[in-house]
Nanobody
Framework: QVQLVESGGGVVQAGDSLRLSCAAS????????IGWFRQAPGKEREFVAA????????YSADSVKGRFTISRNNTKSTAYLQMNSLKPGDTAIYYC?????????????????????WGQGTQVTVSS
């Protein structure tokens, strides 16, 4: 069973950048597809970005497309979310999630219920 730990959150100003990391342990990282989600106060958790196990396919929500980039380094068992041009509306707790993926499966996943493993989250606050 894989354990996930997010890091890299913080308080920044609008227009700044942050890079979130999701470090995995307890499993073979290449066995998992990864997703990033976020939850703002009083709102439901929503999809941000996803990447297949190989790192060859990615997908981002329209709200972050062109500003956020998901990536992964399987040799370091770590996934990343590069966030540029941050806006106050990006303020949320950011979670990474993992689900088992077969080596022939090049799919990314965008629904919360498709993920089995979750990290504890990292807070991102963007001030105007």
């Amino acid at each position: 069973q894989v354990q996930l730990v997010e890091s890299g959150g913080g308080v920044v100003q609008a227009g700044d950048s942050l890079r979130l990391s999701c470090a995995a342990s307890g499993g073979f990282f290449s066995n998992y597809a990864i997703g990033w989600f976020r939850q703002a106060p009083g709102k439901e958790r929503e999809f941000v970005a996803a990447i297949n196990w190989r790192g060859s396919n990615t997908y981002s929500a329209d709200s972050v497309k062109g500003r956020f980039t998901i990536s992964r380094n399987n040799t370091k068992s770590t996934a990343y979310l590069q966030m540029n041009s941050l806006k106050p509306g990006d303020t949320a707790i950011y979670y990474c999630a993992a689900r088992d993926a077969h080596y022939r499966d090049n799919t990314y996943y965008t629904r919360l219920d498709e993920y089995r493993y979750w990290g504890q989250g990292t807070q991102v606050t963007v001030s105007s």
